[in-house]
C-alpha cells in the first residue's frame, strides 16, 4: 500500500510541475524566443526575396507581422480506484490513472504595405535629417552616404543603379574616394555630422585635421576652400551659399535597385535574358562589386548552402548572404533600418489580415 500512494503522489507532484511551468511566467519563457525569432527569419527572408526580384525586374511587395497573440491551456486528471480494506483484510487492489492535455492557439496578424501612401514613402527620396540620424546612431558616413545619396554637388554616385539594372556602366570613382576620405576623418574624430541651427552640416575639427586636409576636403566636395562647416541642403542652385553642398538622396526603392545589382545570378539565366547585364564601352560585363561589393553581396547556389546568414529559393536556385560576411549583414541591417524609419507610420493606415493558427 505505501508504494502505491508512493507512485500516486509522484504522478500528482508530476502534473502539477508541468501545470506550473508552462503558465505563467513559463509560458513566456518557452514563447517569447521562438516567436522572436521566427519573425526575424522572415522578415530578413523578405528584404533578400525582394533584392532578388528587383534583380529580374519582378514586383517586390512587401508584408509586415503586427501583432502575436496566443492562448494556452493545459488540463489534467488523475484518478485512483481500490478495495475499501475490513478490519481482517488487507488492500489487495488499487489502480491509478493519470492523464493530461496542452494546447497552444496563436492568432497572428498580417499589413500588407501597400497603397498610394506606401509607395509615396517608398519613391520619397531620404530626408538629409534622416542622414544625420543614422550617422549618429553609429553608421559609418561612407556606408550611409553610398547607400543614400545619388549626388554631391558635382559628385556622382551611380545615380542610373537608382532603378532597374543599367546597360551601361554609372559613375561613381570620383564620389566613392571623397567618402572614403571622410570615412578616414571619421575615425580620426575629425569630422562630425550635427544639427546646425535648423541645419545639417558635416564639421571639421581644426584641431584634428590640418587646414591644407580641409581645404582639400572643401575643394573635392565643391564648396569654398575657407571654413570649417559643410551645410548638407536640398536647395536649388541659385538658393545655395559658398558652403552649401547640395545632395541629391535615393529613394528606400531607389537603395533597394541598388544593391539588387550586385545579386549573383545563374549564369542560364543570363544566357536566358532574365537579367540585364550591364557592358563597358568593350562590350565585356561590367563587374557590380566594383560599385557595391563591399557593402552586399548575395550568392546564388543549385543546391542548399551552408552557413548563411539568410537564405531562400527563387526560381529554382538558392540565393542567400554568407553567415561569415558582416558588411554585408552590417548593410542588410542599415537597409532594414532605413525601411523602418520611412514605412512604419504607415503601418498604422494599412488593411489587416489576421489568421488564427490550430493548436
Known amino acids: 500500500m505505501n508504494r502505491s500512494l508512493w507512485l500516486i503522489c509522484l504522478v500528482s507532484a508530476f502534473a502539477a510541475c508541468a501545470c506550473t511551468t508552462r503558465l505563467g511566467p513559463g509560458t513566456i519563457r518557452h514563447s517569447h524566443r521562438p516567436y522572436n525569432d521566427s519573425v526575424i527569419e522572415t522578415l530578413n527572408e ?14 517586390p511587395y512587401f508584408i509586415e507581422v503586427t501583432s502575436i497573440t496566443s492562448q494556452q491551456s493545459v488540463s489534467g486528471a488523475i484518478g485512483a480506484t481500490g478495495e475499501m480494506p475490513t478490519l481482517s483484510s488487507r488492500l489487495q487492489a488499487l489502480g491509478y490513472s493519470a492523464g493530461g492535455s496542452y494546447s497552444d492557439s496563436p492568432t497572428i496578424s498580417f499589413q500588407p504595405l501597400q497603397g498610394e501612401e506606401f509607395l509615396q514613402k517608398l519613391m520619397a527620396p531620404v530626408p538629409i535629417q534622416g542622414i544625420l540620424k543614422l550617422t549618429q546612431s553609429g553608421w559609418s ?22 532603378g532597374p539594372t543599367p546597360s551601361r556602366p554609372p559613375e561613381y ?33 581644426s584641431d584634428r585635421v590640418s587646414r591644407a586636409e580641409g581645404m582639400q ?30 545632395l541629391q538622396t535615393r529613394s528606400v526603392i531607389g537603395i533597394l535597385f541598388l544593391l539588387s545589382h550586385n545579386v549573383q545570378v545563374p549564369d542560364q539565366h543570363i544566357e536566358q535574358g532574365l537579367v540585364t547585364t550591364t557592358r563597358n564601352e568593350n562590350g565585356a560585363a561590367f563587374d557590380w562589386n566594383d560599385v557595391t ?62 489568421i488564427p493558427v490550430g493548436g
Open 46 to 59: 523578405q528584404l533578400l526575396l525582394n533584392l532578388v526580384r528587383l534583380k529580374y525586374r519582378d514586383n
Open 141 to 162: 558616413i561612407d556606408r550611409v552616404l553610398r547607400l543614400a545619396v545619388e549626388q554631391a554637388n558635382d559628385l556622382y554616385n551611380a545615380p542610373t543603379a537608382s
Open 173 to 205: 570613382r570620383e564620389f566613392r574616394g571623397v567618402v572614403a576620405t571622410l570615412r578616414e576623418y571619421q575615425d580620426r574624430h575629425g569630422i562630425d555630422v550635427s544639427l546646425e541651427g535648423d541645419d545639417v552640416a558635416v564639421v571639421i575639427d
Open 217 to 246: 576636403l572643401r575643394r573635392l566636395l565643391g564648396v569654398s576652400p575657407v571654413g570649417t562647416k559643410v551645410v548638407l541642403t536640398d536647395k536649388p542652385k541659385r538658393r545655395r551659399g559658398p558652403d552649401d553642398l547640395y
Open 293 to 354: 561589393g563591399d557593402l552586399l553581396r548575395v550568392h546564388s547556389s543549385p543546391t542548399m548552402p551552408a552557413q548563411a546568414f539568410v537564405k531562400l529559393r527563387y526560381r529554382g536556385h538558392w540565393f542567400y548572404i554568407r553567415d561569415d560576411d558582416l558588411e554585408s549583414k552590417s548593410t542588410f541591417m542599415l537597409v532594414n533600418q532605413l525601411f523602418n524609419l520611412l514605412a512604419g507610420d504607415i503601418k498604422k493606415a494599412a488593411p489587416v489580415l489576421t
